[in-house]
């Protein structure tokens, strides 16, 4: 790329020149001066909240990545776009809101930016959905941008009775509910949980869909190394955010956008960094998304090929012991890349920080004897975290993570719920049996719609022993990446639409086969036409709003689900 490219590109008929004397006049309202506005003109996307911890800090991350810009020559402008925290909406009506809100982060962003000229953006973002929503927003934009991470919060402690502490996540707390429910803990140990697992501000400790999202944003370039990693209430948070507002003003001066970056090969490294750290089932939505904004064929086929060639090498919650703190204090993703770099597993691309991946990889700095990115010889399994599952049941495909579970065959009685709320009732009044699979349907995009999360589900079940390690569970649904257990979702076609899930009879029999990569309802195919010829599909939930528009033109899960 040519270093002479001039910075001020996009936002020249904006603000220069007589006939714009007006906009300028706006804008020298509220503080700009004149010369701000000769200078290249930096969005600054925000999805700062203060419902929840994950975002929570991110206007001092703003402020920090507006004086790089500043310093390195720029005017940011800075706005504010919506977010929903999972973790609090999570079993809830709220929930719902999530995945939806993925679309509307996107669409906000696009607007600001194409209604206002910027010349470059850094979209800063903390949680589940705001992560991928601004990469997508970024593709279609094709202006120099850069995604940065608000990063990971500090492992909660909590007291143990011998006088030590034990770090703890978010996860411990849903699985706290479960083991209340059950009566193993009392009220006040349930508080305790309560109370310790967040301690300040950042996204959720584990390898949850936060910290999965923000690797994976390494991995595709869009996000710098490094940088993205460092917690949230680090004392490096500040100059990590200042660099990345200096780093976007090179990119403007080079021309380097998206396109550049986000690629066949990007997706397929991002993919493997995944697979190798058993990150977040939401994984396949969000890059199957983000590869339909560029265009980019990609599939859930995809995910499991590269899956099958990927070694597990990362000990990280909620399969493992480490959170994202320990992952970046073992040297981060730079180490990662290295090891996918040395089997021959990542392909050399550009990123925003103007080096290539393999440089990146080049300046990894390991902690001697550090436990949580493990060598390839010493795998915690041979094959990536990642199934795509297909059969009867799912011929569009679903997605398993097996990186917190052992069972790779079950085969249990169906217990059907039509909604996330009735399974969770059946699992607090006992109501559900060693073996049983539990099959949550109608949550699927259209169904719910948005695709509610089951982590309240999922997490009460693994705080109960005798269903821990042997109850399974299958929905069209999604699951957090605090999910453990063989859990299924994203089944597809959903029920909504009158996939096979719809046929399932309360009392049939499904079957997981996960070396085979089939989930099968034990039931002949003429009996499953015959349930479906006398389906009829249930009324929308939502008749008007936002989520009556989401529905209306949301794809498949296994398309991304994506609004067209």
């Known amino acids: 790329m040519s270093n002479d490219h001039n910075p001020k590109k ?32 930096i969005g600054v996307a925000n999805t700062w909240t203060e419902i929840g911890p994950c975002n929570f800090h991110l206007r001092d ?7 790089g810009i500043r310093d390195a020559g720029g005017t940011p402008m800075e706005f504010n776009t919506v977010t929903i925290s999972d973790g609090i909406t999570m079993g809830t009506e709220g929930m719902k809101a999530s995945l939806i809100s993925r679309e509307v982060i996107a669409d906000s962003i696009e607007l600001v930016a194409r209604g206002n000229l910027f010349d470059g953006i850094v979209c800063i973002a903390g949680c589940d959905k705001n992560m991928p929503g601004t990469i997508m927003a970024l593709a279609r934009l094709d202006i120099p941008g850069i995604m940065l991470y608000g990063g990971s919060i500090a492992p909660g402690r909590l007291a143990q009775p011998d006088g030590t502490h034990k770090d703890i996540t978010i996860l411990n707390v849903f699985e706290a509910i479960g083991s209340h429910a059950a009566g193993r803990i009392t009220d006040d140990q349930l508080e305790a949980v309560e109370a310790a697992a967040c301690p300040g501000p950042g996204a959720c400790g584990g390898q949850f869909t936060a910290n999965t999202m923000a690797m994976a944003g390494e991995f595709l370039g869009i996000s710098p190394f490094n940088l993205t990693g460092v917690p949230a209430m680090s004392l490096e948070k500040a100059e990590a955010s200042r660099a990345a507002g200096r780093m976007i003003m090179d990119l403007c001066r080079n021309d380097i956008r998206p396109s550049h970056i986000l690629t066949r090969n990007s997706l397929e490294n991002a ?74 597993q990542l392909h050399d691309i550009p990123t925003v920080s ?15 004897g550090q436990p949580v990115i493990r060598e390839w010889s010493d795998p915690l399994k041979q094959t990536g975290g990642l199934v ?50 539990c099959v949550i349907r109608y949550e699927g995009p259209k169904g ?29 649904g999604r699951f957090s990446g605090a999910t453990r257990g063989l859990m299924c979702g994203h089944v597809a076609p959903e029920a909504f639409l009158g996939g096979p899930i719809a046929a399932v009879h309360e009392g049939d029999t499904i079957t997981f086969d996960i ?44 398309e991304g689900a994506i609004t067209t």
């Open 10 to 41: 996009y936002s020249i008929p904006l603000t220069e020149g007589p006939s714009r004397a007006a906009a300028r006049s706006y804008l020298r309202g509220v503080g700009f001066s004149k010369e701000d506005l000769h200078k290249p003109i």
């Open 61 to 67: 991350v703003a402020a920090a990545v507006k004086q």
């Open 271 to 344: 993919i493997a960094a995944v697979c190798a750290s058993g990150g977040s089932t939401n994984a396949v939505l969000h890059l199957i998304a983000i590869a339909r904004e560029m265009n980019i064929p990609l599939d859930m086929a995809d995910f499991d090929r590269i899956s099958e060639q990927t070694p597990f090498i990362c000990d990280l919650s909620p399969g493992g012991k480490y959170v994202a703190k320990d992952y970046q204090d073992a040297g981060g993703s730079r180490v990662l890349a290295a090891r996918l770099k040395q089997r021959g």
């Open 354 to 368: 103007g080096k290539t991946i393999f440089e990146e990889a080049a300046l990894a700095i390991e902690t001697p």
């Open 388 to 437: 795509i599952m297909k059969g009867n049941l799912s011929p569009e495909g679903s997605v398993i993570k097996v990186a917190g579970h052992e069972r790779i065959h079950h085969t249990g009685t169906a217990r059907v719920f039509d909604s996330e709320d009735l399974c969770f009732a059946a699992v607090q009044a006992g109501q559900i049996n060693p073996g049983d699979v």
């Open 448 to 476: 719910g719609p948005g695709m509610r999360e089951m982590l309240a589900v999922t997490a009460a079940i693994k705080g109960i022993p005798e269903l821990s390690e042997t109850v399974a569970l299958i929905t069209d």
């Open 515 to 558: 070396p085979n990569r089939q989930l099968t309802l034990n039931v002949s195919e003429e009996e499953i036409a015959t349930r479906l010829a006398k389906w009829k599909a249930p009324q929308p939930r939502y008749k008007r709003g936002v989520f009556a528009k989401y529905a209306a033109s949301v794809s498949s899960a296994s």
